[in-house]
Nanobody, 124 residues
Framework: QVQLVESGGGLVQAGGSLRLSCAAS????????MGWFRQPPGKEREFVAA????????SYADSVKGRFTISRDNAKNTVYLHMNSLKPEDTAVYYC?????????????????WGQGTQVTVSS
């Protein structure tokens, strides 16, 4: 069983920055890709970013490309999402997820464990 615990969400003004962290339990963290997804109010959950097991490959949604950076520290069993130039449309509950595979995937079905989510609110 894997547990994922997100932290770092909060309220920030437009143009500001936040760093989300996701700490994972278990000894297989370094073997699987990790992803960040978000669910805006009243909308479906959507892909934000993903990183391969080694950290050598990443992928981003077009809406966050150039503003968000995903990284991981396998020694600490932690994945991060650095968010810069935040916009009101980035407001959502952000979830981290553990992949079923070591390579980057963009769909929710490719992830088998999810955190409880952390709220990010960007005010205009």
């Amino acid at each position: 069983q894997v547990q994922l615990v997100e932290s770092g969400g909060g309220l920030v003004q437009a143009g500001g920055s936040l760093r989300l962290s996701c700490a994972a339990s278990g000894r297989t963290f370094s073997s699987y890709a990790m992803g960040w997804f978000r669910q805006p109010p009243g909308k479906e959950r959507e892909f934000v970013a993903a990183i391969s097991s080694s950290g050598g490959s990443t992928s981003y949604a077009d809406s966050v490309k150039g503003r968000f950076t995903i990284s991981r520290d396998n020694a600490k069993n932690t994945v991060y999402l650095h968010m810069n130039s935040l916009k009101p449309e980035d407001t959502a509950v952000y979830y981290c997820a553990k992949g079923r595979y070591p390579i980057v995937r963009l769909t929710t079905s490719a992830y088998n464990y999810w955190g409880q989510g952390t709220q990010v609110t960007v005010s205009s």
